[in-house]
């Protein structure tokens, strides 16, 4: 059997990458709250926190982990930052891993 996954080529190597990445942010089951919350748009801190039952200080941890995975957008409103899902960004972190695992 050829294991093409993970071969030397550069492209394989950083799919494989992004992917440990964005498995590594979702795999906490506050962070998985957190998607699902914003899966009905975008919310900043404050309309989050009640919805996930978490601090507001956990919850901003768990939203940076998750912008740095590039799983998350962020605009800015006055004082507020409204986080949304980065849907591109998802599709894409689906797709390798679907290759991966096919």
Known sequence: MEFRCCGEKSKEIKDV?????????????????????????????CEIVPMVGISDKLASHHLKQLKKAGILTEKREGNFIRYGLDRKAIREHKSIFNKIIK
């Open 17 to 45: 990458s992004k992917t440990y990445v964005f498995l590594r942010a979702i795999a906490d089951p506050n962070r998985l709250k957190i998607l699902c919350v914003l899966q009905g748009g975008p919310k900043c801190v």
